[in-house]
């Protein structure tokens, strides 16, 4: 198999020819059709997890078909696809997995983060936590809902009945959002980069009522706010924006220092929400909606040996959309 490794944190990805790895009790081996990259492959590549292991092979939005079974494992059969998703384990007897909030366990394993991911074309996965995917499904746009997709919907339940949402930072998320809530019903608020014009254009080609830059204000009160860049001068912002009783949820798992605010900025009922990994339950939901919501990822392709390239459009904001590398 061929893997690009981070071999420590702020380091290029190499790449590194391995044996084809072997499934372990409950595991699977996958043939990696197609993985996308996420921002929380940046913040493992920086460094910013603490729960992250090096050398590791990044990369949690993962399409493939499985190509082998290990011991005690009879589903799903080999040459069905699936998807890899960033929970890639948890302990099911923690407090949070016995009520339901397997996201919140105590002793999670995460795909590219505690244990190697699909920047690769081969990758083990524990076979529970693996979602069955449609076989029609093309795996390159397929693959950016195996996070971007997942927290963006984890997001968005969250955000309650709101009617106006207000969307930060919109890329492979909330390009994917934005497609759900006009399916909704729900009108749309983006704000981008300062001076992004190529992103408010692409918002509102998905039915963005309003798109500007994060230095202006949105033209009307919003009833919630999902944040996806990681910023955390946007929550002063967000909280600014929505009308009392409203909603900010932080989508992403890492996000830089949030600025002292006014008390008056909360107060009124506001409520401000993290979003923790998902659930197989969230999956599971997700992927009912999605050809129901008639939703078309945009995404560019990369051969998997360029993955740095992938990873710097990423980085830059260069892209509509997802990159996607494919082995």
Not at 10 to 28: H, N, Q, T
Not at 252 to 265: A, K, Q, T, V, W
Not at 299 to 306: D, G, I, K, S, V
Request: with cysteine; charged share 20%.
């Amino acid at each position: 198999m061929l893997a690009m490794v981070l071999r420590e944190p702020g380091g290029r990805l190499v790449a590194e020819s391995r044996p084809d790895p072997e499934p372990g009790p409950g595991e699977i081996r996958i043939r990696v059709e197609a993985c996308a990259v996420c921002r929380t492959d940046l913040h493992v590549i920086d460094g910013d997890l603490p729960q992250a292991v090096y050398p590791i092979v990044p990369g949690h939005e993962v399409v493939g078909r499985v190509e082998a079974l290990g011991p005690g494992v009879t589903q799903p059969l080999p040459g069905l696809r699936v998807g890899v998703p960033w929970l890639a384990h948890t302990c099911g007897r923690c407090a949070y997995c016995e009520s339901g909030r397997e996201n919140l366990c105590d002793r999670p394993d995460f795909t590219g983060c505690t244990r190697d991911g699909g920047f690769a074309t081969h990758l083990v996965a524990e076979a529970a936590f693996t979602i069955p995917l449609d076989p029609s499904l093309d795996p390159v746009a397929t693959a950016p809902l195996l996070c971007a997709g997942l927290i963006g919907w984890r997001s968005l339940r969250m955000a309650g009945t709101a009617g106006t949402i207000g969307l930060y930072g919109f890329g492979a998320a909330a390009h994917i959002v934005a497609q759900i809530c006009r399916w909704q019903g729900r009108r749309v608020l983006a704000v981008t980069r300062p001076g992004d014009r190529r992103a408010q254009d692409f918002a509102r080609s998905l039915g963005a009522v309003w798109a500007g830059g994060s230095d202006e204000a949105p033209p009307e009160p919003l009833d919630a706010a999902l944040l996806f860049a990681p910023d955390g001068r946007l929550v002063p912002a967000a909280l600014g924006a929505v009308r009392k009783g409203g909603r900010v949820v932080c989508g992403g798992i890492h996000m830089s220092d949030i600025p002292r605010f006014p008390y008056d900025l909360l107060w009124g009922e506001r409520a401000l929400l993290s979003v923790a990994n998902l659930t197989r339950e969230d999956a599971r939901s997700f992927f009912e909606v999605v050809p129901r919501a008639g939703i078309v990822t945009h995404t560019r392709a990369y051969p998997l040996t360029r993955a740095n390239s992938a990873i710097l459009a990423h980085r830059t904001g260069r892209l509509e959309g997802a990159a996607v590398l494919v082995p």
